[in-house]
């Protein structure tokens, strides 16, 4: 049996399942991630004092940071946004605004906004969450990528060239 860490990205990447024609799948299972993001955080606090001063403050600068990723990702797809994974027909390749700093900015601003979400709250199990998320949107890309590869010829240069999820980081 092949060991994981010797594959090839590409080989990982085509048994990642479609979840429908168009990776509908994907988006029901993103939207479950989220609904268990937000019920976490009101489980109630975890802990208290300065920590969680400190923990609320930042939470919000990333809850910030994620929405801004989030809305100019959208913005900047325009006519070429759509709910689902696999990219539209007649769609084109976008490579700037912040698709210059990463190649999934509304995942990004997801996964930043619900760890943002997670410390804000002081909820262990919500940090939890927004890391599964993290993990989700990492494999969600993954697929996306392949289909975004097969549609886009200069797909792999951009690729290449530009952070996956959380600028400067990932």
């Known amino acids: 049996m092949p060991d994981i860490l010797t594959q090839d990205a590409s080989d990982v990447t085509s048994r990642l399942p479609d979840l429908g024609p168009r990776g509908e799948g994907w988006v029901a299972l993103q939207g479950v991630l989220l609904v268990a993001a937000l019920l976490a955080g009101l489980l109630g606090p975890a802990w208290s004092g300065p920590l969680r001063w400190a923990t609320m403050v930042l939470g919000v600068a990333l809850m910030i940071a994620g929405a801004v990723l989030l809305l100019r990702g959208i913005v900047d797809l325009r006519e070429n946004l759509t709910a689902v994974p696999r990219p539209k027909e ?20 997801v996964v930043v906004g619900s760890l943002g979400w997670g410390l804000f709250t002081a909820s262990p199990f919500a940090i939890l969450v927004a890391i599964a998320i993290a993990g989700f949107f990492d494999l969600k890309s993954r697929r996306e990528e392949a289909w975004l590869k097969d549609h886009y010829p200069g797909y792999e240069a951009y690729r290449a060239g530009t952070r996956k999820l959380v600028p400067w980081i990932y």
Do not use: Q
């Open 90 to 109: 007649g769609g084109r390749l976008i490579e700037t605004g912040s698709y210059a700093l990463v190649r999934h900015p509304i995942y990004g601003g």
